[in-house]
């Protein structure tokens, strides 16, 4: 719900009016469409500070423009913990289109659950897939809070000295200039330098309880949706503000083509205070590069009406509730079938209330016992009745409740 503490804009300002089918997709996994942000001379001078290396070009600047509007209450109108969807580059950036290549984001703003990443990473998966991108997999690693990092880079820096000796002088020079960068290397200039990079300290292994567990959720995730994945080490942000889940989606943009980054993505928490916010604010993002010829056209009377307003809200319980309710989101999209959730939230009450103040017909709710079941339980808010149906039923039933309203 908005927050009404939050600077007001004029209704619907940051709106995207203009639709195309990544943009109804990212809003049936609740993305609000927005015009693409700016970035402004500040941003670019506050992200020289923050820069040492940048696998990225742009993502520095990008997220903190996100932050700036986030601190300014571009986002109050929008579901909180807020979740945008735009086109980029963003205005002002010196990034450029690749050639035949559309660009688009995915943030999640204030979002600390695992759900959020999970999300990001569903809906860039679904963009890509209609867009035509084939043999996908998900390449993800994670860096961890600030306690793993801490440790990670010790243990590295130990693992270093130990075998300084073995490398060639052009390793050394590079570990000494980015201790980072060397992970990412696929091959040094020897096989020592091979042998060091192979056996050197993993992220993974540092994690501190809380992030192994964070990072496990999101895995849970992946293999629930059915999505294939691979842990690369190498996948190491920028250690100054990013944390947890790193990722990049490789595939094919067609079957004629190589393989190429089809989409990145990043937990960015600990960038509001490097910028002089008061305190962290919890994010993640993603960038998605679209083939230009596989995107459809805007069918802007279409669109808009599979964007209506939803009559259902899904209401979930518990981590086998949330599992199940990635792949009730993807199924009811298939079916056309327009629905709100709260995926990133856990207070069975806010979600209540949120479904209250959107005025839908029918709560779609799953607990524990129902996800066991593969089912889910409807129930009309108006005759406070409800049914249990079989998952595999649910589109159908669905329809022909929706069409008797």
């Given at each position: 719900m908005p927050e009404k503490s939050a600077k007001k804009l004029p209704?619907?300002?940051?709106?995207?009016?203009?639709?195309?089918?990544?943009?109804?997709?990212?809003?049936?996994?609740?993305?609000?469409?927005?015009?693409?942000?700016?970035?402004?001379?500040?941003?670019?001078?506050?992200?020289?500070?923050?820069?040492?290396?940048?696998?990225?070009?742009g993502e520095t600047e990008e997220q903190i423009a996100v932050m700036r509007l986030f601190q300014e209450g571009a986002f109050a109108r929008t579901p909180q913990p807020p979740m945008v969807y735009f086109k980029k580059p963003f205005v002002g950036s010196d990034v450029r289109k690749k050639p035949n290549t559309e660009m688009c984001g995915l943030e999640a703003v204030g979002a600390n659950k695992s759900t959020a990443e999970a999300l990001i990473i569903k809906t860039a998966w679904t963009i890509l897939t209609e867009s035509g991108a084939t043999d996908m997999r998900v390449e993800i690693n994670s860096m961890?809070?600030?306690?793993?990092?801490?440790?990670?880079?010790r243990d590295l820096h130990i693992y270093f000295r130990k075998h300084i000796h073995t490398l060639s002088g052009e390793m050394r020079q590079k570990f000494k200039e980015n201790n980072l960068d060397i992970l990412s290397t696929e091959e040094g200039k020897t096989e020592d330098d091979n042998e060091f990079i192979r056996n050197a300290p993993k992220p993974m292994a540092c994690l501190s309880e809380p992030s192994r567990v964070h990072f496990k959720e999101v895995l849970e995730f992946l293999e629930t949706t059915g999505i294939p994945y691979q842990i690369q080490p190498g996948l190491i942000g920028n250690k100054q503000y990013h944390s947890h889940t790193i990722f990049e989606i490789k595939g094919k943009a067609s079957k004629t083509v190589p393989e190429t980054t089809l989409a990145y993505g990043e937990r960015y928490n600990y960038l509001a205070k490097k910028i002089g916010f008061k305190k962290d604010v919890q994010s993640c993002g993603a960038t998605l590069f679209i083939p230009k010829q596989n995107t459809q056209k805007t069918k802007k009377n279409i669109l808009l009406e599979k964007m209506k307003h939803p009559r259902l809200y899904i209401v979930q319980l518990g981590t086998l509730a949330k599992l199940q309710t990635l792949n009730i989101i993807e199924l009811l999209r298939e079916e056309n079938i327009p629905v709100y959730h709260a995926l990133t939230k856990e207070n069975i009450g806010g979600q209540l209330q949120a479904a209250e103040y959107l005025q839908v017909s029918h709560l779609l709710i799953i607990g524990q016992k129902e996800a066991l079941e593969k089912s889910v339980v409807v129930r009309s808010t108006d005759l406070r009745v409800q049914e249990t149906v079989n998952v595999c039923d649910l589109c159908e039933y669905l329809k022909s409740i929706l069409k008797g309203n």
């Open positions: 209704k619907d300002s940051l709106l995207l009016q203009e639709l195309d089918e990544s943009a109804c997709i990212a809003h049936h996994y609740g993305f609000i469409p927005i015009i693409t942000p700016k970035i402004t001379t500040d941003d670019k001078t506050k992200g020289k500070t923050l820069k040492t290396t940048e696998s990225h070009p961890g809070d600030k306690e793993s990092f801490v440790r990670f880079e």
